[in-house]
């Protein structure tokens, strides 16, 4: 975080641990801080907790003594995310929503919201190495701005953030991590899904290589003990096939809409799972060949996240 001293930053504060001791260090660095708490859209009738989140977030402002701001990003997240998301499993693909919720809004609507307000850099609690990187949700953004985004805990240990929560006294010092899909909060995307979309289409609910029950399903009339994985699905006949085996992956995987943060490296690692392993392989074109067979099925709809020595250095969305 070098010359930031006297600089505006505007930091998306979550009412999160993470965020706070990111203002907290910004801070201590010198830098003019504003707390921005990003009011996204919820689900009507669900469970909410943005104003809960919103409140944390405005107390650890007022204990570092920083001005706040609410961004209501409402209308974009609704369109670039949820409209997104739905379409997607109506097609029968399972999409990343995170992944459009940091390009579209944290990343797209409130840089340009902190730049109209006079913001020389905005500032997020993401990680992006260890244990909690969230880099994989990172490919999408556009390179000048990922580039000049701050992560002051970024390469930290989660243990050693909430060392520094207490020891800056913040109020959410002690607060449990987050569980769910961005802005979803508490509310599970199966359960969104189902409210949306309904509950008479497994081919839409489910995913290619999901474990799952075959209790409650339509048209099975009794559940052989499994465990049971989809492998195959058709949307418009409202079916999924299921197989006691996942189906042997193949070592290719092609994807569409990449994004690269340089020119892309023929040799590469991929992921194309949130916390699944990196692979190693090549890169030509829309296609990425792994040296070895793929552990599981490539969801399409999903990203596949290419690195260098740990490094992200582009991705895409497997096709």
């Known amino acids: 975080m070098e010359n930031i001293r006297e600089k505006r930053v505007f ?23 504003t707390g921005v708490f990003i009011k996204g859209w919820y689900p009507p009738g669900m469970p909410c907790t943005w104003a809960a989140e919103r409140r944390d977030a405005m107390r650890v402002a007022a204990r570092l003594h920083i001005p706040f701001l609410t961004f209501d990003a409402s209308a ?31 990343f797209g609507a409130f ?22 990187d969230q880099s994989y949700f990172l490919w999408a953004v556009p390179k ?29 010092a002690k607060k449990r991590d987050s569980q769910g899909v961005c802005f979803l909060g508490s509310v ?3 359960e969104f899904l189902q409210k949306e979309l309904g509950t008479d289409n497994p081919a839409i609910l489910y995913t290619l290589g999901q474990r799952i ?30 197989s006691k085996t996942r189906m042997p992956a193949e070592q290719k995987i092609s994807f569409a809409d990449a994004n690269w943060f340089g020119e892309p490296i023929t040799i590469t690692e991929a992921q194309y799972r ?11 074109g829309g296609l990425f060949a792994s040296s070895e067979p793929l552990q599981e099925i490539p969801t399409p709809g999903q990203s596949v996240v290419f690195y260098n020595d740990g490094d992200l250095i582009g991705g895409g969305i497997i096709s």
């Not at 949820?82 to 997607?88: G, Q, R, S, T």
Request: hydrophobic residues 40%; contains cysteine; charged residues 25%.
């Open 11 to 33: 930091v998306g504060l979550s009412g999160g641990v993470d965020s706070a001791v990111s203002a907290a260090l910004l801070q201590r660095a010198g830098a003019e801080v």
């Open 76 to 106: 974009e997240y609704k369109k670039s995310v949820i409209d997104y998301l739905l379409a997607e499993y109506r097609a029968g693909r399972t999409p990343n929503p995170d992944v459009m919720c940091n390009r579209e809004v944290k």
């Open 111 to 132: 840089y340009r919201f902190a730049k109209a307000h006079g913001a020389d850099a905005i500032a997020m609690g993401h990680y992006r190495a260890g244990e909690k």
């Open 144 to 172: 000048d701005i990922l580039n000049t985004t701050l992560f002051p805990v970024g390469e930290m240990k989660k243990s050693e953030v909430r060392a520094l929560a207490q020891k800056f006294d913040l109020p959410v």
């Open 188 to 190: 599970s995307v199966q």
């Open 213 to 242: 029950s075959l209790d409650g399903l339509p048209c099975v009339a009794s559940a052989e003990q499994g465990p049971w994985y989809v492998v195959s699905k058709d949307v418009a006949k409202k079916e999924i096939q299921v």
């Open 274 to 284: 949130y916390r699944g392993p990196r692979v190693k392989g090549h890169v030509a």
